[in-house]
Structures are given as structure tokens and as C-alpha cells.
């Protein structure tokens, strides 16, 4: 015939009953606590996301300054190195020219002291 079954006593069941419920209450207290925290964090998320943001763009604003200052260096430094350059072909023109000049003045003044030497022999 058939297994006998044990069942449990009314006693039994009142106490799986009992450990139950206050399993569910630990329960209910760690999501209770959990929902806190998460609407805690819920809350702070957008300030953090606000300052982030701010940082964000306080940082671009900065960075676009110093870009803008180094534009302008550059153009700067451009306008220079290109009126150098002219001057510096100026320059050039005037050392080639100045160079000319001495060498006509050193022909001239050997000339002269060609002169002064035969001056001094044809005088007594």
C-alpha cells in the first residue's frame, strides 16, 4: 500500500509561519533602504550632472580664450616675420650698396695716397 506521510503540526506551521513573516519584514526593511538610498541618489544626480556640466563648459570657455590669444600671437608673429623679412631685404640692398661705396672709397683713397707719396718725393 502507500507510504505513510508525515504532516506537520498546527504548532509547526505557526512557527515556519512566524520565521516567515519576519524573513519578509528583513525583507521589506533592506528594500525600504535600498528605495531610500536610490531616491537619495536620484536626487543628487541631476546637481552632480548640473556641475559637471558647468565645469564642462567654465573649461571650454577658458580653453577658448587661450585659443583666441594664441590666434592672435600668431597673426601677430605672422605680420612681424613678413615686415622683417622686408627689412631685412632692405638691409641687404644697403649693406651691398655700403659695400660698393667702400670699395670706391678705398680705390679713391689709395689713389690719394698715391698723390701724397708723390707729393713728398717731388718736394724738397
Known amino acids: 500500500m502507500g507510504a505513510m506521510v508525515d504532516y506537520a503540526t498546527r504548532q509547526e506551521l ?3 509561519r512566524d520565521d516567515l513573516k519576519r524573513d519578509i519584514r528583513g525583507v521589506v526593511v533592506i528594500v525600504e533602504r535600498l528605495e531610500s538610498g536610490m531616491g537619495i541618489l536620484a536626487e543628487g544626480l541631476p546637481s552632480v550632472r548640473d556641475g ?3 565645469d564642462l563648459h567654465a573649461a571650454e570657455d577658458r580653453l577658448t580664450a587661450r585659443m583666441n590669444v594664441i ?3 600668431v597673426r601677430q608673429s605672422s605680420t612681424d616675420i613678413r615686415e ?3 627689412a631685412i ?3 641687404a640692398a644697403a649693406i651691398r650698396q655700403s659695400r660698393e661705396a667702400i670699395g670706391e672709397l678705398r680705390t ?3 689713389a690719394v695716397r698715391a698723390d701724397v707719396a708723390d707729393l713728398r718725393r717731388r718736394t724738397p
Open 89 to 91: 631685404r632692405e638691409n
Open 84 to 86: 622683417n623679412r622686408e
Open 14 to 16: 505557526n512557527e515556519v
Open 71 to 73: 590666434e592672435e600671437v
Open 52 to 54: 559637471s556640466r558647468a
Open 108 to 110: 679713391e683713397l689709395g
